[in-house]
């Protein structure tokens, strides 16, 4: 379980005893972020939606859709382990399907979710973070989303337009000393990839240097370096950890 902390004094110190924010942190690459943060020392909230939260992490629940759900559990974790220092917005779904196929809905809930729940859970926490001049933001973003994936106009379209929300807020949060950056990640072994079919999958790989699926621990060490004190020049990157897929993007 988490404890108190007010929250100051820790400006040179790396990955300290933070108080840690991730969206979606219940399952696949935020649980294994909130893991690692976790044992960094970290005060870590996980936000989930549906379900029990992690054992032995504090959860706060959070739909990401909802903007009195957001509000509530910032307040939730804010009381708890003191304003929010880092946050990782995680949370993401996929609603694939070609083009034609589909629906309005399927469009706007992959929107929804994948870029105005960022938008949300970012203006929350940088509202803080401007005050205290000090804070780090990782959004998840794909290399899937830069290089195009058949099926994936709606969640591909969300996951770089992250990349301009992102530099813009980079140049609102930088003379504050607050960074934000994003990780995009290959094709990563959790419940989203297990919908691909096998076909797609060698199509994948093939375009994979190191030919095999990330895990999500591979992801939250990038995460938790983007996150920690010696980031503090780097804002506004995209930094891929795809295995390579993601070369040059
Ligand atoms: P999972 O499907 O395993 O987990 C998604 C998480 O997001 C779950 O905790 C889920 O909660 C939560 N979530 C979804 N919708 C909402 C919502 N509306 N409000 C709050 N929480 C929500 O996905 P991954 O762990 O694989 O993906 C995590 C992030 O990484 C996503 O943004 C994804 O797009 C990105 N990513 C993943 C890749 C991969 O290969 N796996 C590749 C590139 C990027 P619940 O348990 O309630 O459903």
């Not at 649980?31 to 976790?38: D, Q, T």
């Not at 989930?48 to 939730?76: H, I, K, M, Q």
Request: net charge neutral.
């Amino acid at each position: 379980m988490s404890h108190r902390n007010n929250g100051n004094n820790r400006n040179n110190e790396e990955s300290m005893s933070r108080s840690v924010f991730i969206t979606g942190g219940n399952r696949g690459i935020g649980l294994a972020i909130a893991r690692a943060m976790a044992a960094d020392g970290d005060r870590v909230a996980v936000g989930y939606r549906s379900g029990e939260p992690p054992e032995g992490l504090f959860g706060v629940r959070c739909e990401v859709t909802d903007p009195a759900s957001v509000d509530a559990a910032y307040e939730t974790v804010e009381a708890e382990q003191g304003p929010v220092e880092v946050l990782v917005a995680n949370a993401g779904i996929t609603r694939d399907t070609l083009l034609l196929r589909m629906s309005d809905e399927a469009f706007d809930d992959v929107l929804e979710t994948n870029l105005k729940g960022v938008f949300r859970t970012v203006r929350k926490a940088a509202s803080g973070m401007l005050a205290a001049r000090r804070g780090r933001i990782v959004l998840l973003s794909s290399a899937l989303g830069f290089l195009g994936s058949p099926g994936q106009t709606n969640y591909a379209a969300t996951k770089t337009a992250m990349v301009g929300f992102a530099r813009s807020l980079a140049w609102e949060l930088g003379s504050r000393g607050v960074t934000i950056n994003l990780v995009a990640p290959g094709i990563i072994d959790t419940a989203m990839t297990q919908e691909l079919s096998d076909r797609r999958m060698r199509d994948v790989m093939r375009m994979t240097s190191l030919n095999r699926p990330g895990t999500p621990e591979e992801v939250a060490a990038a995460v938790r370096f983007l996150a920690g004190e010696s980031a503090g020049y780097i804002t506004g990157a995209v930094l891929p950890v795809g295995g390579g897929i993601g070369m040059g993007i």
